[in-house]
T-cell receptor, first 117, second 111 residues
Framework: DAGITQSPRHKVTETGTPVTLRCHQT?????MYWYRQDPGHGLRLIHY???????DKGEVSDGYSVSRSKTEDFLLTLESATSSQTSVYFC????????????????FGPGTRLTVL | LAKTTQPISMDSYEGQEVNITCSHN???????ITWYQQFPSQGPRFIIQ???TKVTNEVASLFIPADRKSSTLSLPRVSLSDTAVYYC????????????FGAGTTVTVRA
């Protein structure tokens, strides 16, 4: 399995508190992603990173910020958590497929279950 | 990005073949078709990818007709452990970071 860890694995917090989720990889992959998964919605991309300090928004980025100061770490921050952010959060990594010669398969972490009361 | 449509759920029994069809009418010329599998309480994992005709690996087969407007994932002789959600994704092979996984197809295999 790809070396991806997420911390914490479970967290319960209260509305209005800041929360930071960490994704750590040992594969030295260039791309890192944060998804959320909710019943009936599949996985939705929140933010992704294409290099150190290079990030961009996904389809559901409102209320979330990210940072990537090192290749191996990608942090997701909820500045002021709301109940609508209760979800399972997955981190994923992939490498650049140069010239289309290989598929940059995404490898997923184990997930973090966040509950906002 | 090409939009995909797949059934919400499918039921099967052990030993049967399961075929999941995904519609992607606006697939672009350079788009590839990729399937992921997600077991309960785990992240998705890549199972197969194709561009046209047929692709087979140790897990599944992928059938893509000439017009490429749909594709069928075939799981031969399923077992209880194949119970999972299966996602069909369509996009460029080397730029899939913007792909949407959608809701997927929940396949339930019964004894």
């Amino acid at each position: 399995d790809a070396g991806i860890t997420q911390s914490p694995r479970h967290k319960v917090t209260e509305t209005g508190t800041p929360v930071t989720l960490r994704c750590h990889q040992t594969e030295n992959h260039r791309y890192m992603y944060w998804y959320r998964q909710d019943p009936g919605h599949g996985l939705r991309l929140i933010h992704y990173s294409y290099g150190v300090k290079d990030t961009d928004k996904g389809e559901v980025s409102d209320g979330y910020s990210v940072s990537r100061s090192k290749t191996e770490d990608f942090l997701l921050t909820l500045e002021s958590a709301t109940s609508s952010q209760t979800s399972v959060y997955f981190c994923a990594i992939s490498e650049w497929a140069s010239g289309g010669s290989s598929y940059n398969e995404q490898f997923f972490g184990p997930g973090t279950r966040l509950t906002v009361l | 990005l090409a939009k995909t449509t797949q059934p919400i759920s499918m039921d099967s029994y052990e030993g049967q073949e399961v075929n999941i069809t995904c519609s992607h009418n606006n697939i672009a010329t350079n788009d590839y078709i990729t399937w992921y599998q997600q077991f309960p309480s785990q992240g998705p994992r890549f199972i197969i990818q194709g561009y046209k005709t047929k692709v087979t690996n140790e897990v599944a087969s992928l059938f893509i007709p000439a017009d490429r407007k749909s594709s069928t994932l075939s799981l031969p002789r399923v077992s209880l452990s194949d119970t999972a959600v299966y996602y069909c994704l369509v996009g460029l092979r080397s730029n899939d970071y913007k792909l949407s996984f959608g809701a997927g197809t929940t396949v339930t295999v019964r004894a």
